[in-house]
């Protein structure tokens, strides 16, 4: 059965690229993206799509009275797509509670720091201000607390002497799209389990 993958973005999709290439490459067998979701009109993720054949759809969230309106109308298009898998990547709107429960346990964000250290924007900026010697990123489920879900995977790399949060997080990047893609890999074969808190990889 082919999983059916749909992507929330808001930038540039350089993790949604990531996933792209390693389904067109064979490395995620059984899987392919239904459509890339962008809450910016102009986000260059929606370009990434258009690329590849994947349909791209900017959904304005200044026509919504709230956000509970906005995902209500995002649950519509990821139940109308058979939406297996939600990934966040770099979506920057934080996900109402029904979505979350619509879609428990699969929904997946990455965020670039080692939580729970480093929660919210900026977290490079924060792992460099606090003089930390090791940063990385963490690919979790999404709960209702921010950046709180259960984690999947985490890579680690050091922090120079001389860093910004500019040269961190360029070399995170890269870190972060290996991490993604090895994610979704699990995910579509199965071969994530869930225990409260705990995710287990399982052979």
Same mark, same amino acid.
């Given at each position: 059965?082919?999983? %059916?993958?749909s992507?929330?973005v808001?930038?540039?999709?350089?993790?949604?690229?990531?996933?792209?290439?390693?389904i067109?490459? $064979?490395?995620?067998?059984?899987?392919?993206?239904?459509?890339?979701?962008?809450?910016?009109?102009?986000a260059?993720?929606?370009?990434r799509?258009?690329?590849?054949? @994947?349909? $791209?759809?900017y959904?304005?969230?200044?026509?919504?009275?709230?956000?509970?309106?906005?995902d209500? @109308?995002?649950i519509g @298009?990821?139940?109308?797509?058979?939406?297996?898998?939600?990934?966040?990547?770099?979506?920057?709107?934080?996900v109402?509670?029904?979505?979350?429960?619509e879609?428990?346990?699969?929904?997946?964000? /990455?965020?670039?720091?080692?939580?729970?250290?480093f !929660?919210?924007?900026? *977290?490079? %900026?924060?792992?460099?201000?606090?003089?930390?010697?090791?940063? $990385?990123c963490?690919?979790?489920?999404?709960?209702?607390d921010?950046?709180?879900?259960?984690? /999947?995977?985490?890579? +680690?790399?050091?922090v =120079?002497?001389?860093?910004?949060?500019?040269?961190?997080? %360029?070399?995170?990047?890269?870190?972060?799209?290996? *991490?993604?893609?090895?994610? +979704? !890999?699990? =995910? +579509?074969?199965g !071969?994530?389990e869930?225990?409260g808190? @705990?995710?287990?990889?399982?052979d």
């Open positions: 059965m082919t999983v %059916k993958i992507v929330l808001s930038g540039n999709g350089t993790n949604l690229q990531s996933v792209i290439d390693a067109e490459n $064979g490395d995620i067998d059984n899987a392919e993206i239904a459509c890339v979701i962008s809450d910016k009109e102009g260059f993720a929606l370009t799509a258009e690329k590849h054949g @994947i349909e $791209g759809i959904a304005n969230p200044k026509l919504c009275a709230s956000r509970q309106d906005y209500n @109308i995002l @298009i990821l139940k109308e797509k058979e939406t297996d898998l939600v990934l966040l990547a770099g979506y920057l709107r934080i109402s509670d029904s979505l979350i429960e879609y428990k346990n699969r929904i997946i964000n /990455i965020h670039p720091s080692l939580l729970p250290s !929660k919210g924007l900026n *977290a490079q %900026k924060q792992a460099i201000d606090y003089g930390v010697k090791y940063t $990385g963490t690919v979790h489920f999404v709960e209702p921010l950046d709180a879900g259960p984690i /999947i995977m985490q890579k +680690v790399i050091p =120079f002497d001389g860093d910004t949060a500019e040269t961190l997080a %360029k070399r995170l990047l890269v870190e972060e799209n290996k *991490a993604y893609r090895e994610v +979704v !890999k699990l =995910f +579509v074969d !071969k994530l869930v225990n808190r @705990i995710v287990k990889i399982k």
